[in-house]
């Protein structure tokens, strides 16, 4: 599972970096075009719009994934040995419940409306529901990870848990 985990992270790195490159690039047409050409591209703003809402969601699961979300082990900061694998997973497992029920169910509700209605976004002219289709396929994400993280949980020993080392970067 660890092995399986490490590629999907890696997958899911690599389309954040795509995903950067993309809104870099556009953001420097649209400066390029709007200050010297004094022509302002038509869909650079929206497709910065658009391209943030992919990074952000996914960007939340990759995050979530390296444990960079402030607030995840609040709870576990000062517990060791058995009482922090119990709140582990608890917190694990209300995340999972989170994203099951929003982003999957909420989202997949959302994107079927959405592509129902035949939305579509007015500069570039695309359907709106594969804007919004980020929001299930990051729930998927954090599921896995939630999962990932309470079999982890499980597997290790209470003994393991030690308590949580602050890291200076230099």
Do not use: C
Request: glycine residues 6%.
């Amino acid at each position: 599972m660890r092995k399986f985990t490490t590629r999907i992270s890696k997958f899911l790195g690599i389309v954040l970096m795509i995903l950067m490159a993309a809104m870099v690039l556009d953001v420097t047409w649209q400066v390029f075009t709007r200050f010297i050409m004094n022509r302002p591209s038509s869909f650079t703003e929206e497709l910065a719009g658009f391209l943030l809402i992919w990074i952000g969601l996914l960007g939340a699961s990759y995050a979530y994934y390296s444990r960079a979300h402030l607030g995840i082990d609040v709870l576990t900061y000062k517990l060791v040995g058995r009482k922090k694998q119990i709140v582990e997973i608890l917190v694990n497992s209300i995340v999972l419940l989170f994203a099951l029920f929003v982003m999957i169910i909420g989202g997949s509700n959302l994107v079927n409306m959405i592509f129902t209605l035949k939305q579509i976004s007015p500069a570039l002219g695309i359907e709106m529901g594969y804007i919004y289709l980020v929001i299930p396929i990051a729930g998927a994400f954090i599921i896995y990870y939630a999962i990932y993280f309470i079999v982890e949980t499980l597997r290790s020993k209470p003994e393991d848990t030690a308590e949580h080392k602050i890291v200076v970067v230099e």
